[in-house]
């Protein structure tokens, strides 16, 4: 092929990358907008504003020259996060929380309460305005050498009046050639910060920058307490709302509504597109996405610091928050605790949630060794389970037989079980049911008639022992 045939096949791609992003922004209406359509200018300044330049779009954003040379564009948004009456809107829509939300979020955050979701003690001792929120938008997902920040968003709480504001700053790249600038003055402000806060940052966002900093030979210090928020969610949330993408806990838990949004796996390529001469017009939306997901973050910090810290939390009347809870508590170390957010689950009409936690309850009270509490935990489990309680049967007999000595009680307890289990199968098969749960019947008989076989023989032995004696 020669250059003429390359730089036509070249050009084709080009125009057929830009007719996908229009595809795709035509495709998503009321919530993928372009700059033009976000402004309240007439019509006829439409076209001029899809040819701005993006500080011109967003007055928000200025610029700022690096000493060493090169340039950013910087910005600075301030949402309330405490009630304001009346309610303050901000301009570009940004909104802490959901307004029943933010009344039942308590500022600051307890000490204790962050270490619990972080899983680390170092973060306790640091102060709320000195947590750094940070979140990254990038021309790609590997994380590799060759992935760029071009734009990172850093949030933190200041205090205001008789609360506090959140502040998202954040810092645009407008080429490649100007990262040393921006990752310079990035550089500079994270050094005021203790401690970081992200979602999902520890496994992209930070490994990314630090990445960044060393292939710019500068010499910045990331090894600080890090509290990511993905982790808590998984274990607090997921049962209950599914995907924990951080829009869909901002509709579920934190009621936050967007009023306009995009796909984060069309950003790359708009900001590619924008590099090689596209419409900064595009990347209006991308800012405010990423603004955003900084100062949701700082709203959702508060709420899984109130569910782990407050019993009366109106959020932790869910089972499976309550269980997420006790599971963080018991790695920290603080089982009472743990304990307590355990039995009220056990409380819950959720049914498949109260098992769990009464599953869960059961093992913390083996591991505290308190055995008669345990045998009682897996009774009631049994009785609540009916039919399908031959798992909680075993856990049951391994209480008796090892702990609490009882082994004509376990004997008693596994022959019931095999009868019970006899009649499920009979039941099974005369209804005509499908014959794929009869393989598990048939393991949980095996193992029930090993555990009787090995119970009579400790008895007969016992028996033995007595008459000798």
Known sequence: MGL???????????RARRAEIERLLAANPGVLRRA??????????????????????LPSLKPVTAAGGGRLLASSAVVPARPIEPPVAHPRGYCFAGETVVRTLRLPVPGDAMAVLAGEDS??????ERLAFLDTETTGLMGNTGTYAFLVGLGYFRASGDGYDFVCEQYFMEDFCHEPAMLDHLGGRLREFDAFVSFNGRAYDLPLLQTRFIMNRMRVNLDRPHLDLLVPCRRMLRP??????????EAAVLGVRRMHDIDGSLIPAIYLDYVRGGRADRLVPVLDHNA?????????LAHLAGLVSDPIHPGADDAWVCI????????????D??????????????RQGASHARRALARLLRKSGDFAAEAAIWRAEIQ???GHRAEAVVELAKVLEWRLGDLTGARDLVEQALRDLALTRQVALAGGRSLDSLPLLDRQEADLRRRLDRLNRRLANRKALKHRG
């Open 4 to 14: 003429r045939e390359k730089l036509a096949a070249l050009g084709e791609r080009e």
């Open 36 to 57: 033009s359509e976000l402004s309240a200018a007439p019509e006829t300044d439409h076209l001029r504003l899809s040819r701005a330049p993006l500080h011109e779009l």
């Open 123 to 128: 973060i306790r001792g640091v102060a709320l």
């Open 240 to 249: 209950r709302i599914g995907s924990c993408s951080l829009s869909n806990v």
């Open 292 to 300: 955003q997901d900084v100062i949701s973050m700082g709203a959702l």
């Open 324 to 335: 997420g809870a006790a599971e963080m508590l018991r790695r920290c170390g603080r089982t």
């Open 337 to 350: 605790e743990a304990r307590a957010w355990l039995e009220r689950a056990v409380g819950s009409a959720d």
């Open 384 to 386: 609540c389970r009916g």
